[in-house]
């Protein structure tokens, strides 16, 4: 197989950094770190005021990437708190003067793409993660934490707990206070609060930390991927002060650089949080890292970590549906012959694989603005959903699910609603086909009883989609049902959907 040679630049709030991998064996040539960038107060990724500074590092970059003649350039970055508009200032910004096109990546994405990396790469992940494992994984505006359940992701929680968050507030706490240390302490188990009912049932459990990097330096040897840390570690009365003014005594043999100074405090109180709920029987570091990720998934194409990924969407879906009191059985059924329709029809919509996904995690989530009330259910879905991002999915994929769901029932899509004339023009037509599909499927089990058992499609020269249904029962309801939505589809597609019943 022939060798080739791709970069990686990946920009953060607090560094841009450059890895250049040989691949398809992913050996790694050279990484480089820039001097630290300065995170904000208002909103921490700030990139527009450390431009010309991230200009520069790349600039370097390039000519290193030059030097190892470099065949890709892949070029990412965390969203972070970024809002859309400004996120779209910068990276016009940055390929004015860089060349380069960035990818912005929320955090979810990134979670998941570490989150694979730790499943494929870490040896002993199978072995730690065989009764219960908990994934802490430390950022800068959050904390995230996911549930692993007999080898297999099951749910996720992302919690306020960012390093740079709770420095932030330590600073703010000490202009009006002498002592914040009780305020952090209870600031932090506020917000552990919500989940602590879940996270003390779990027995023989692991916690597995990320994103750590003194702790990872202090226990993790060269060359290693992992370390057991005492369970006694985080269980020492450290205050903010004698953990950010004494961290060389306290961290003896670790080097710390400036940069994680001000973190280390807040990394540690919100593990030590952590561990006194989940109570591990074992305590592990990882210094797999986020560019790990991005190089191990996106960056290469790793195919078996977009195929754990997917899976991980379908789970934070499904429990998304199961915590709102979904009707399984209609679920399955809707998702069942809703991808059999989007297959049939791919000719005609000419939409790929991931928008395939999307429409199955549509067809998993569209029902449970129920919970709220049956009337304008949708309506409901929709807001639950864009308050609720799913691991491993963009804030545009998830802005999809979102709007597929509002009109999945009565509401069509059209320039009358405002929620479909604000979208972007290249979403606009995608959630149109995809929410004729569900529409047309849903109809199909509106008594909520399963009677159709198999459906066949056959397109007709004069423009009609007849889909024969066998079915187990009468279909009075569902065909009454189909009438009313099956309209948005001809708006659509321009193919009349016609519904011939089959007896058994």
Same mark, same amino acid.
């Given at each position: 197989?022939?060798?080739?040679?791709?970069?990686?630049?990946?920009?953060?709030?607090?560094?841009?950094?450059?890895?250049?991998?040989?691949?398809?064996?992913?050996?790694?040539?050279?990484?480089?770190?820039?001097?630290?960038?300065?995170?904000?107060?208002?909103?921490?990724?700030?990139?527009?005021?450390?431009?010309?500074?991230?200009?520069?590092?790349?600039?370097?970059?390039?000519?290193?990437?030059?030097?190892?003649?470099?065949?890709?350039?892949?070029?990412?970055?965390?969203?972070?708190?970024?809002?859309?508009?400004?996120?779209?200032?910068?990276?016009?910004?940055?390929?004015?003067?860089?060349?380069?096109?960035?990818?912005?990546?929320?955090?979810?994405?990134?979670?998941?793409?570490?989150?694979?990396?730790?499943?494929?790469?870490?040896?002993?992940?199978?072995?730690?993660?065989?009764?219960?494992?908990?994934?802490?994984?430390?950022?800068?505006?959050?904390?995230?934490?996911?549930?692993?359940?007999?080898?297999?992701?099951?749910?996720?929680?992302?919690?306020?707990?960012?390093?740079?968050?709770?420095?932030?507030?330590?600073?703010?706490?000490?202009?009006?206070?002498?002592?914040?240390?009780?305020?952090?302490?209870?600031?932090?188990?506020?917000?552990?609060?919500?989940?602590?009912?879940?996270?003390?049932?779990?027995?023989?459990?692991?916690?597995?930390?990320?994103?750590?990097?003194?702790?990872?330096?202090?226990?993790?040897?060269?060359?290693?991927?992992?370390?057991?840390?005492?369970?006694?570690?985080?269980?020492?009365?450290?205050?903010?002060?004698?953990?950010?003014?004494?961290?060389?005594?306290?961290?003896?043999?670790?080097?710390?650089?400036?940069?994680?100074?001000?973190?280390?405090?807040?990394?540690?109180?919100?593990?030590?949080?952590?561990?006194?709920?989940?109570?591990?029987?074992?305590?592990?570091?990882?210094?797999?890292?986020?560019?790990?990720?991005?190089?191990?998934?996106?960056?290469?194409?790793?195919?078996?970590?977009?195929?754990?990924?997917?899976?991980?969407?379908?789970?934070?879906?499904?429990?998304?549906?199961?915590?709102?009191?979904?009707?399984?059985?209609?679920?399955?059924?809707?998702? %069942?012959?809703? /991808?059999? #329709?989007? +297959?049939?029809?791919?000719?005609?919509? $000419?939409?790929?694989?991931?928008?395939? *996904?999307? !429409?199955?995690?549509?067809?998993?989530?569209?029902?449970?603005?129920?919970?709220?009330?049956?009337?304008?259910?949708?309506?409901?879905?929709?807001?639950?959903?864009?308050?609720?991002?799913?691991?491993?999915?963009?804030?545009?994929?998830?802005?999809?699910?979102?709007?597929?769901?509002?009109?999945?029932?009565?509401?069509?899509?059209?320039?009358?609603?405002?929620?479909?004339?604000?979208?972007?023009?290249?979403?606009?037509?995608?959630?149109?086909?995809?929410?004729?599909?569900?529409?047309?499927?849903?109809?199909?089990?509106?008594?909520?009883?399963?009677?159709?058992? %198999?459906?066949? /499609?056959? #397109?007709? +020269?004069?423009?009609?989609?007849?889909? $024969?249904?066998?079915?187990?029962?009468? *279909?009075? !309801?569902?065909?009454?049902?189909?009438?009313?939505?099956?309209?948005?589809?001809?708006?659509?597609?321009?193919?009349?959907?016609?519904?011939?019943?089959?007896?058994?």
């Amino acid at each position: 197989m022939n060798k080739s040679i791709t970069a990686v630049i990946f920009l953060e709030p607090d560094q841009v950094c450059l890895r250049i991998l040989e691949l398809p064996s992913q050996k790694v040539l050279d990484d480089v770190h820039s001097s630290p960038l300065m995170v904000g107060t208002d909103k921490i990724a700030n990139y527009a005021e450390n431009m010309p500074a991230i200009v520069n590092n790349i600039a370097g970059f390039k000519q290193l990437t030059k030097d190892y003649q470099v065949d890709k350039i892949a070029f990412y970055g965390a969203l972070e708190d970024l809002d859309s508009v400004t996120a779209q200032y910068v990276a016009d910004q940055l390929e004015v003067r860089t060349d380069l096109k960035i990818k912005w990546l929320n955090n979810s994405q990134l979670m998941a793409q570490t989150t694979s990396c730790v499943v494929t790469k870490l040896d002993r992940f199978a072995e730690l993660s065989k009764h219960c494992l908990y994934l802490v994984s430390l950022g800068l505006n959050t904390m995230t934490l996911a549930f692993f359940h007999h080898g297999n992701f099951e749910t996720l929680w992302e919690l306020d707990l960012g390093s740079e968050r709770i420095s932030q507030l330590v600073e703010r706490l000490r202009q009006t206070t002498t002592n914040p240390q009780e305020i952090i302490q209870d600031y932090i188990n506020s917000k552990f609060g919500y989940i602590a009912p879940e996270l003390t049932q779990k027995k023989k459990t692991v916690l597995l930390v990320q994103n750590a990097q003194t702790i990872g330096r202090r226990f993790i040897k060269q060359g290693e991927r992992l370390a057991e840390v005492p369970t006694d570690f985080f269980k020492q009365k450290f205050t903010m002060e004698s953990l950010q003014n004494r961290a060389s005594e306290i961290w003896s043999d670790t080097p710390i650089e400036d940069r994680h100074r001000a973190w280390l405090a807040p990394n540690y109180l919100v593990v030590s949080r952590a561990q006194e709920l989940i109570n591990p029987m074992n305590v592990f570091v990882t210094n797999i890292s986020v560019m790990d990720g991005l190089t191990n998934g996106i960056a290469v194409r790793n195919e078996q970590s977009q195929k754990q990924i997917d899976d991980m969407i379908r789970t934070s879906a499904d429990d998304l549906a199961q915590r709102y009191g979904i009707d399984t059985k209609h679920m399955e059924f809707v998702s %069942k012959l809703a /991808l059999q #329709l989007f +297959d049939q029809l791919q000719p005609i919509h $000419r939409l790929g694989d991931h928008e395939r *996904l999307l !429409l199955e995690i549509a067809t998993k989530v569209d029902d449970i603005g129920n919970f709220i009330n049956q009337r304008g259910h949708y309506r409901h879905s929709a807001y639950i959903l864009r308050a609720n991002p799913m691991i491993g999915l963009s804030d545009e994929d998830n802005r999809i699910i979102a709007e597929v769901a509002r009109y999945h029932s009565t509401e069509s899509p059209t320039a009358m609603q405002a929620h479909y004339r604000h979208l972007d023009d290249d979403i606009q037509l995608t959630i149109a086909k995809l929410a004729a599909i569900l529409r047309v499927v849903d109809a199909l089990d509106d008594s909520r009883q399963q009677k159709i058992k %198999k459906i066949d /499609l056959k #397109l007709t +020269d004069d423009g009609k989609l007849k889909i $024969r249904a066998t079915a187990t029962d009468d *279909l009075v !309801l569902e065909k009454w049902s189909f009438g009313l939505k099956a309209s948005l589809f001809k708006d659509v597609y321009g193919i009349e959907p016609i519904l011939v019943e089959r007896g058994d």
